[in-house]
């Protein structure tokens, strides 16, 4: 496929060739990054990233400590393979569905345990820390579906309207950003909220004290003004 002035997408040379291999050497390396953290088991999680009209993409059943810079996984917004024979991440469709409706840089996908968790016991993350206005307020629970499906893919938008991020029921997580930094960033909060949360929720005789809505709003408007806070 030719993409900005008829550079091929598939070839090694050229700015779109240098620029595809630069973002799949991130794009293991956040992958790898998964498992290191403990986040994902094996191949359980996905991870992607954007390149013009490319969407890169971790493969199917491959370990991530074993793909090289030969191995690049690319297809294009409709799910076309464009480059590489490995075959991509069954949860494809929900990674372009994230694509198709937002500005998203980059994807993550994971079964990290604490958020995992929570996705079997409510139907919202409840706000215990204000680093949830970070993901554009409380984070919300797609309902289960199939993994792989339109389905799912449908349930994951709902959730994440308005959000940069949403648990998956009896699944995982799903989180975008405008970079693969971002995208994982979001992830590793995601997790270390819904870790939070369980242990809060588990004191036999008290309840955690949850954010007002007014109080993320505040934090969300400082979070604009000033980055990430301390």
């Not at 620029?19 to 088991?41: N, S």
């Not at 409709?78 to 991509?88: E, I, M, S, Y």
């Not at 409510?122 to 409380?138: C, I, K, N, Q």
């Not at 289960?144 to 699944?171: F, Q």
Request: include cysteine; proline fraction near 7%.
């Amino acid at each position: 496929m030719a993409q900005d002035g008829g550079t091929d997408a598939g070839a090694p040379g050229g700015a779109v060739g240098t620029a595809v291999g630069e973002a799949w050497d991130a794009l293991v390396a956040t992958a790898r990054r998964t498992v290191a953290d403990g986040l994902v088991v094996g191949t359980s999680g996905n991870v992607s990233v954007r390149v013009g009209d490319l969407v890169l993409v971790t493969p199917s059943g491959v370990p991530y400590s074993r793909l090289t810079g030969d191995d690049v996984v690319a297809v294009d917004l409709d799910g076309r393979p464009v480059r590489g024979t490995l075959p991509p991440t069954s949860e494809l469709p929900v990674h372009l569905a994230v694509y198709r409706s937002t500005d998203a840089g980059a994807v993550v996908h994971t079964h990290a345990v604490h958020a995992t968790a929570v996705s079997t016991l409510v139907d919202e993350l409840p706000p215990v820390h204000y680093m949830a206005a970070a993901l554009g307020g409380p984070v919300r629970v797609a309902p289960y579906a199939l993994y792989g499906t339109r389905e799912l893919a449908d349930h994951m938008l709902t959730a994440l309207t308005g959000r940069t991020a949403c648990l998956l029921r009896n699944h995982g997580t799903i989180a975008y950003g405008a970079t693969l930094d971002q995208a994982y960033d979001r992830t590793a909060q995601l997790e270390w909220m819904c870790r939070v949360w369980l242990a809060a929720d588990s004191h036999p005789t008290r309840t955690p004290a949850l954010l007002t809505p007014d109080q993320l709003a505040e934090t969300a408007e400082k979070l604009r003004g000033y980055g990430h806070p301390g």
